[in-house]
């Protein structure tokens, strides 16, 4: 006979409470041990695997791009090879003002698209949202791109713009992490409609804004407001149109190591001026060059300052590492922070002190040279030497006198009441 709901509730046994909150446990456990649907890819992750996109997921890394893509999925990424991207790709600009992480943008589709969805394409092709669409810069809705059957079964990827613009043919499939993100190969960059990839080429590269590279970096909050507010920015810009430059940049705990004896921010404007360029080489070299570099001895921008064999670096490669020896301190190369032609920056373990305005001696003690004393010539013309003592003014020697004085007093008056008192108590023991 079939119970009803509140009498099988009346007979069973009660669940222990410890029981009950293992259960809870156990579930919790397994849903923190489940994929969540909903998150991101590490792009630049998957393509690491890929020597061949090695420049394409560099140039992802260096943008904004990259960190977008972290909390977004379901994604289709058009991934340019190497050996398929332009000289110059950080030179391209829209004439609207957009950079290269725009451009990266119209290659990241808002779909996932796998190689058996591409071979259903609709004759009159399919328009697919990409990541530049939902910036709100993209005119209009030409923010998509437009997927066209080829011919020989190919797919091009073009600019929905009936007007010329520039395209690229899938090449392969790279790899998928299903119905997450899917890695296209194609033959070349793509541009979104009012980019002109041509021209931009031919341009000369735009300075970089090595601040700006600092403050996305992070760690380099120090180095970043001294570059902001010493005004010799504009002198590394235009040495990036020579032979390049290559940047030793101190983290900030390279700065917050600094004992106190060293005021850098008390130094005048022109020789912060000098420290700043001392930190960089008028060539850009890769981190290989400077392991392998024949002359140790480089000259630095504050040498083109002050004169020949002045504010110069030693670089050698010591214990597997490249050593940066300033005759007064000795750093290390820590990481890379940007590289690309014809700029390069290295954050370095240790502020570079040149001892030309530091003094010389052990790394963690030093401190600003003194300015030379000089004494005015006396009534015969006789040059007058610094005194190599000090003594105190003869106001002050009366003071001390003073001072003297009342300690004598005061400890004769002292011993007179410790007599006092050792004649009164002999005197109350005589009674007793």
């Keep these: 006979m079939l119970r009803s709901t509140g009498e099988m509730g009346r007979g069973a046994p009660p669940i222990s409470p410890r029981l009950a909150l293992g259960a809870v446990l156990v579930l919790l456990a397994v849903a923190a041990a489940l994929p969540s649907p909903a998150a991101g890819v590490n792009v630049t992750a998957v393509l690491a695997a890929f020597p061949n996109f090695a ?12 960190g ?19 000289q110059s790709p950080s030179a391209f600009a829209a004439a609207a003002g957009a950079d290269i992480a725009d451009i990266l943008r119209y290659h990241v589709l808002l779909e996932y698209l796998s190689p058996s969805d591409l071979t259903r394409l609709p004759a009159s092709g399919k328009l697919v949202t990409t990541l530049f669409q939902t910036t709100g810069r993209a005119p209009s809705d030409l923010g998509v791109v437009n997927l066209t059957a080829g011919s020989n079964s190919t797919v091009v990827v073009r600019s929905p713009e009936p007007s010329p613009s520039s395209n690229a043919t899938v090449l392969v499939a790279v790899t998928a992490v299903p119905y997450n ?3 296209l190969a194609v033959g070349g960059l793509i541009s979104p409609f009012g980019f002109d990839l041509a021209a931009s080429e031919s341009r000369p590269p735009p300075p970089v804004n090595i601040t700006r590279v600092l403050a996305d970096a992070r760690g380099f909050n120090v180095a970043a407001s001294m570059l902001q507010a010493s005004g010799v920015t504009g002198v590394f810009e235009d040495d990036e149109h020579g032979a390049g430059i290559t940047v030793f940049v101190p983290t900030d705990d390279a700065f917050a190591g600094l004992p106190a004896t060293d005021r850098l921010q008390s130094l005048p404007a022109e020789r912060k001026a000098v420290m700043l360029r001392f930190h960089v080489l008028h060539s850009y070299y890769l981190l290989g060059s400077l392991e392998s570099i024949v002359n140790p001895v480089q000259p630095t921008l504050a040498t083109e300052y002050t004169q020949a064999g002045r504010f110069t670096l030693n670089i050698t490669r010591v214990n597997g590492s490249i050593a940066i020896d300033t005759g007064v301190v000795q750093a290390s190369i820590t ?4 590289d690309q032609n014809p700029v390069a920056v290295f954050a370095v373990s240790k502020v570079l002190l040149p001892k030309e305005m530091f003094s010389q001696g052990d790394a963690d003690s030093t401190a600003v040279s003194p300015p030379s004393v000089t004494m005015a010539p006396d009534a015969a013309g006789n040059e007058q030497t610094p005194p190599t003592r000090l003594s105190l003014p003869p106001d002050l020697h009366e003071e001390d006198n003073k001072s003297s004085a009342a300690f004598a007093m005061t400890k004769g008056t002292v011993w007179w009441c410790i007599g006092l008192m050792y004649l009164q108590l002999h005197l109350l023991l005589f009674l007793v």
């Design 55 to 66: 420049d394409f997921a560099r140039l992802l890394a260096s943008t904004p791009v990259a």
């Design 181 to 183: 993100l899917s890695v």
């Design 335 to 338: 990481r890379t922070v940007f």
């Design 68 to 86: 977008e893509l972290a909390g977004r999925s379901s994604l289709t990424l058009l991934a340019v090879p190497d050996a398929n991207l332009p």
